[in-house]
């Protein structure tokens, strides 16, 4: 790509006040990796990147790839340390029989760490490496290294580790391949080329959703992908769409909430956006209209995946602008070279229009858990299935409409209810921004409750969700103020 587009530029880090050519961002990748090979880093050596949104979190983590690291381990900012030390020591024990020799650390808190790379131009730690001072170096020694190990790299080794978004425990360490997460790249800018020629990404590298919707559209095509902060913010993601006249906005549903509930929101003008793509959860189609209609957004979809799989396994812009109501209210098909299936409790596959538990095979898969066999036997069957966990139902032509997660079902006298039933309802409300469901013990039944934010009084969002009583049939029984904009309601289905 450096050599076709040399000039053009790939990256924007609104924040940061950096714009990267496909030649400068070369040179900074490969300057930072001849440095790391100098360093003694060898190929499946893991490489931890903990930073925001920036523009070293790129450089840092193609350059790993180049080198055959396991890269990634891309931990949220806000892991609490002892959190971070568990992780660490989790996923690298073979290294504390690893010597400790000049310019490396000898840590007692996490043995396996050898190197610490610190990135700002004023920072000055005993012990840790500066990134500017390696970018220096790099760019005045040799690449003649660096040209023959990556040459050797194997296209299906382990390049990244994230982790799942697990609620108990520590999250799980999804093991990806280049060959895999290179490829849907490549699918996905099959189906979407005509709208990402400048994308806009304010979801948190730190995700797959990112990294795949991102960052990796520069290695396969000529584009844009414009980062508004380092950190999650609202307006600055508004500015971005208007000062470089985004064409695609990527993000979770927040994100798209967010935008739309802002009270600026009309100072900036959103129109270049063209396409719209949400993921993490699956979202009411009547939301849907309504940002397409508000933004404006001239389009906007909903894709299916989970970390475990390169975050995109189907897409609802297979049903095209001619078929809106799949467009909106499906999940989508899957992506080219996938396979999916809608299967029973005993992994037989369900009539058309039942539901069922979401399978799926194919390029994207990860190789597994990592330091986890058991985990991932029980996620992935002997022939490759990945079980998702999720329930769907699968329409005549393929398309997937979710129903709900199967761990987070509530059962209450026997009756199953899926926490976005209720959810989807409760947002539907103008005045509602977010909401979460789930169950509290109780002698009798499962109580269920909901944590929502609301713009509204206590007084008048309890008037207006007892109308929902004969439509949905949910029986509010009391409505709490939590905080000034949290609202805890607690009900009976």
Known sequence: MALKYSDHECFIFKSEQKRYTYKALKHEIDSIAASLLELGFEKNDRFAVWLPNTSENVTMSFAASKLGLIKGILLSPSVKSIDSLSIFRRLVPELDQRSSSAGELSSKAVPTLKHVILTGEHISVSGAHSYVDLLKRGAQISHNNLTERQASVDPDSAVAIFYTSGTTGLPKAATLTNFGMLNLVRAQWELLSRFYSRV??????????????????????????IFPAILP????????????????????????????????????????????????????????????????????????????????????MWAGDDDPQ??????????????????????QIVPIGHQGEIWARGYPIMRGYYGDPEKTAETITPSGWLRTGDEAKMDKDGYLYFVGRQKEIIIRGGVNIY???????????????????????????????TFMTTNQTIDKITQEFKKLDKDVNIKIEYITCISIDLFLCKYYK
Do not use: W
Request: proline share 5%; hydrophobic share 40%.
């Open 200 to 225: 806009c990404v304010p979801n948190p590298m730190f995700h797959i959703f990112a990294e795949i919707s991102g960052v990796l559209n520069v290695a396969v095509a000529k584009c844009q992908v």
């Open 233 to 316: 913010d609202t307006v600055a993601t508004m500015r971005a769409i208007h000062e470089e006249k985004c064409t695609a906005l990527i993000g979770a549903p927040i994100i798209f909430r967010d935008i739309l509930m802002h009270p600026d929101r009309k100072k900036y003008d959103l129109s270049s956006l063209a396409y719209g793509g949400s993921g993490a959860t699956s979202l009411h189609i009547d939301f849907l209209r309504q940002i397409e209609k508000e933004f404006p957004i001239t389009r906007i979809v909903q894709g299916y995946g989970m970390t475990e799989n390169a975050s995109l396994l189907t897409s609802g």
């Open 326 to 347: 799949r467009r909106l209210g499906s999940l989508g098909r899957c992506m080219q070279g996938v396979e999916i299936k809608v299967v029973d409790r005993q992994g």
């Open 419 to 449: 926490p976005i039933e209720i959810e989807n309802v409760i947002i539907e409300h103008p005045s509602v921004a977010q909401a979460q469901v789930f169950s509290i013990p109780d002698k009798r039944y499962d109580v269920s409750e």
